[in-house]
């Protein structure tokens, strides 16, 4: 069965503390695996896709990376501006399956 | 570029009434998603529109229904309102890559 795991459901940091997010899956004919960032109440925002095993991606301080079965979104010195919901999702089977995860939210306290 | 726009913001409606909601896609994409997210709760797939045709369904009743437009503007219809159908509806419009850009939303009430 497809599905996106994504852990853990919430995380509190400090300023500064930098720490990782997990994004697992079993997904039919891997197409892309996509971050995005949610705010509340607001639609996600697009981050990052990759698309083969050993791709990485950096976006300030922000960096993807990914293996055959999952997904990891370090965060690097994080500040209170990036506390969000950031969502994972992967697409498979000729972009005919799109499935989100649950969403890691992050709470970054100064 | 202009993103993707979402129309209304808020609706408010009551039990047994229908909501329309609209979706404008980025220019040039053909591909038109819709989502629902429920107040703390994942995204949930429902429809998929490519080039006017229904692509894929969600595991939804027949009751949410849609169309997407020779101009690829989407708009998604619930009839028969239930008071869980409220929640956030989110449009995506698509690149051939597959990202999945966002609008804002549109929150459904249910009263």
């Known amino acids: 069965e497809d599905q996106v795991t994504q852990s853990p459901e919430a995380l509190r940091l400090q300023e500064g503390e930098s720490s990782s997010l997990n994004c697992s899956y079993t997904?039919?004919?891997?197409?892309?695996l996509f971050w995005y960032r949610q705010d509340p109440g607001k639609g996600p925002e697009f981050l990052f896709t990759?698309?083969?095993a050993g791709e990485e991606k950096e976006k300030e301080r922000l960096k993807a990376t990914l293996t055959k079965k999952e997904s990891f979104l370090h965060i690097t010195a994080p500040k209170p501006e990036d506390s969000a919901t950031y969502l994972c999702?992967?697409?498979?089977?000729?972009?005919?399956?799109?499935?989100f995860g649950s969403g890691t939210k992050l709470n970054v306290k100064p | 570029e202009a993103g993707v726009t979402q129309s209304p913001t808020h609706l408010i409606k009551t039990r047994g009434q229908q909501a329309t909601l609209r979706c404008s896609p980025i220019?040039?994409?053909?591909?038109v998603y819709w989502y629902q997210q429920a107040l703390g709760l994942g995204l949930q797939f429902l429809l998929w529109?490519?080039?006017?045709?229904?692509?894929n369904r969600g595991n939804f009743p027949p009751r949410f229904s849609g169309r997407q437009f020779p101009n690829y503007s989407s708009e998604l219809n619930v009839n028969a309102l239930e008071l869980e159908d409220s929640a956030l509806y989110l449009c995506?419009?698509?690149?051939?890559?597959?990202?999945?850009?966002f609008g804002e939303g549109s929150r459904l009430t249910v009263l």
């Open positions: 990759l698309y083969s």
């Open positions: 529109y490519d080039e006017g045709e229904e692509r």
């Open positions: 999702a992967v697409a498979g089977d000729n972009f005919n399956k799109f499935y």
């Open positions: 995506a419009s698509a690149k051939n890559t597959g990202e999945l850009f």
């Open positions: 220019s040039g994409h053909t591909s």
């Open positions: 997904v039919s004919g891997l197409r892309g």
